[in-house]
Nanobody
């Protein structure tokens, strides 16, 4: 299984970015997909996850600003990030959990300038 993330970049505070992550390979019965982030010197932390039933969970710091969605047919997860703040600067990683596999994609850098 491979996860390919894209959509990171440099944006000014208050701006928006949309991250995408597509899974490929032998994938059966996705339980959830999600996004985590890691800033320099910090541990990797949950940003948002979405279950195959559509249930979502967000970190308090992004509630109301970020929206996670999933396309089960495409085995893809998206993260719409609005009202970005400098503290959102981090490497963002996508994650997939299936009945047989749990893994990470490569990170994509998000940098928010003040």
């Amino acid at each position: 299984v491979q996860l390919q993330a894209s959509g990171g970049g440099l944006v000014q505070a208050g701006g928006s970015l949309r991250l995408s992550c597509a899974a490929s390979g032998s994938i059966f019965s996705i339980n959830y997909m999600g996004w985590y982030r890691q800033a320099p010197g910090n541990q990797r932390e949950l940003v948002a996850i979405i279950g195959s039933n559509g249930n979502t969970n967000y970190a308090d710091s992004v509630k109301g600003r970020f929206t996670i969605s999933m396309d089960n047919a495409k085995k893809a997860v998206y993260l719409q990030m609005n009202s970005l703040k400098p503290e959102d600067t981090a490497v963002y990683y996508c994650r997939i959990n299936t009945v047989k596999y749990t893994g990470w994609g490569q990170g994509t850098q998000v940098t928010v300038s003040s």
